[in-house]
């Protein structure tokens, strides 16, 4: 063999690996950092409740009693070390399905409540910083954070309220509402309507717990994924997104 021929040779091998040091580089990059703290976005007031009794399992209207309830509103704000935002899509792994899990404790939002008249309750919008969702899985994660929410340049997901659905007209200390809240979601640079079913426990006059749900479609907020690892298999177009908040009144 020539000595050209093996310095081709050795130039194409040599190429060849740092194509995939740097192909393996950025893939494996750890992921871009929290920016700093997230705080709550104050509420506006031009969100349009809609009013409607509230109903028993039977479908009976009942009207709950009012126990040491303040009169005017009251400014909360979701307490982080006792919320989350999470995220949960079906994938087949190994031939098997399997829910993939995200979460974070980084998420924000201020609730004004008035709980003598639940009607006039008031919503900020709701931020979530993505560059903080984890999975059980470190691989994952960098894939979530790289290529698909590419949180580098799009740190949050919003999600802001527009009007409330089916809201009680009157609540008390104990009671347990649900409800809806239509609005605006935004992941990365796509915004699309979608509605949050709610149920709210009222745990005090200046505290109330409980878990908001909805299903999105990733084909809708373009959320693709180019290259699956060859054990996964497929993934499922459906995500279900929750909140699960404890509200507390602050000064």
Do not use: C, W
């Amino acid at each position: 063999m020539s000595r050209n021929l093996l310095f081709m040779l050795a130039g194409i091998i040599l190429a060849g690996l740092v194509s995939v040091t740097a192909i393996a580089a950025y893939v494996l990059r750890p992921p871009a950092t929290p920016s700093g703290a997230i705080t709550a976005i104050p509420v506006a007031t031009d969100m349009q409740p809609v009013a409607q009794p509230s109903e028993t399992n039977e479908g009976a209207t009942e009207t709950p009693q009012q126990v040491d309830l303040p009169t005017g509103p009251i400014t909360a704000e979701l307490v982080q070390a006792e919320s989350k935002a999470r995220f949960l899509i079906d994938e087949v792994l190994n031939g098997q399905v399997n829910t993939v899990i995200g979460v974070t404790d980084q998420v924000v939002a201020q609730i004004i409540i008035d709980p003598t008249n639940p009607a006039n309750v008031q919503l900020g919008p709701v931020t979530v910083n993505a560059r903080t969702l984890t999975t059980d899985n470190n691989f994952r994660n960098r894939t979530i954070q790289h290529e698909i929410l590419d949180t580098a340049e799009f740190e949050f997901i919003t999600f802001t309220p527009r009007q409330f659905l089916g809201l009680p007209e009157i609540g008390a200390i104990g009671d347990t509402l649900s409800f809806q809240i239509l609005g605006d979601l935004t992941v990365r640079d796509v915004t699309r309507e979608v509605i949050f079913d709610l149920t709210v426990t009222v745990d005090s006059d200046t505290r109330l717990h409980g878990l908001g749900r909805t299903t999105i479609s990733r084909q809708n907020f373009d959320l693709s994924v180019i290259d699956l690892p060859p054990q996964v298999a497929s993934m499922k177009d459906a995500v279900i997104l929750e909140l699960e908040f404890v509200a507390q009144a602050v000064e």
